[in-house]
């Protein structure tokens, strides 16, 4: 009877020791999940408001290429009137000076060309941008994705876990019970 008793208790201790082990487990367990939820939460948010930022940039792109656009329109009536204008002068002036009209004409024209084509580059440019942020944007989300499918199985490793404890606590009761002098 004694060598049982040493041997149920000697029982009694390895499953105390799995018990305390898997409880550390757990609480290990626990922790991660909550790592992982803070930090996934940390990254969707840092994304948004990356997103947001980016948007409001190309809004505030747009407004000034709209502007821009204002202008060249504002530049293309005045230069239908320089037109008018230049008619005018070719029959009131000499040819010398209708030259020099157009040229410093050609050269405005030209100069708000180039304006134009550094604001369509610098568009392009934003908008390579944005499709960049998107992609990141997407991409970050596939990682929280990531990380919260990571969250659900370290959830069902915890609830396994919790499973294997109460089968070792309802062992380790069985075991005690059946050890005990009065069973």
């Given at each position: 009877?004694?060598?049982?008793i040493n041997v149920l208790l000697?029982?009694?201790?390895?499953?105390?020791?799995?018990?305390?082990?898997?409880?550390?487990?757990?609480?290990?367990?626990?922790?991660?999940?909550?790592?992982?939820?803070?930090?996934?939460?940390?990254?969707?948010?840092?994304?948004?408001?990356?997103?947001?930022?980016?948007?409001?940039?190309?809004?505030?792109?747009?407004?000034?290429?709209?502007?821009?656009?204002?202008?060249?329109?504002?530049?293309?009536?005045?230069?239908?009137?320089?037109?008018?204008?230049?008619?005018?002068?070719?029959?009131?002036?000499?040819?010398?000076?209708?030259?020099?009209?157009?040229?410093?004409?050609?050269?405005?024209l030209k100069a708000l060309e180039n304006e134009k084509a550094?604001?369509?580059?610098?568009?392009?440019?934003?908008?390579?941008?944005?499709?960049?942020?998107?992609?990141?944007?997407?991409?970050?989300?596939?990682?929280?994705?990531?990380?919260?499918?990571?969250?659900?199985?370290?959830?069902?490793?915890?609830?396994?876990?919790?499973?294997?404890?109460?089968?070792?606590?309802?062992?380790?009761?069985?075991?005690?019970?059946?050890?005990?002098?009065?069973?």
């Amino acid at each position: 009877m004694k060598e049982e008793i040493n041997v149920l208790l000697q029982q009694r201790d390895a499953l105390q020791n799995q018990v305390e082990e898997l409880t550390s487990q757990l609480a290990a367990s626990k922790e991660s999940q909550q790592v992982i939820g803070r930090k996934a939460q940390q990254d969707l948010s840092e994304a948004q408001e990356l997103s947001r930022q980016k948007v409001l940039e190309v809004v505030h792109l747009q407004k000034i290429l709209e502007e821009k656009r204002s202008q060249w329109e504002k530049v293309e009536h005045q230069n239908k009137e320089l037109q008018v204008c230049l008619q005018s002068l070719e029959r009131e002036r000499s040819r010398r000076e209708v030259k020099r009209h157009n040229t410093e004409f050609q050269a405005l024209l030209k100069a708000l060309e180039n304006e134009k084509a550094r604001l369509t580059v610098s568009l392009e440019e934003k908008e390579l941008s944005l499709k960049t942020l998107e992609e990141n944007n997407l991409a970050q989300h596939n990682k929280v994705s990531q990380l919260l499918s990571a969250l659900h199985q370290a959830g069902q490793l915890h609830s396994n876990h919790r499973r294997e404890i109460q089968e070792l606590n309802n062992q380790v009761t069985c075991a005690l019970a059946s050890s005990s002098p009065g069973a």
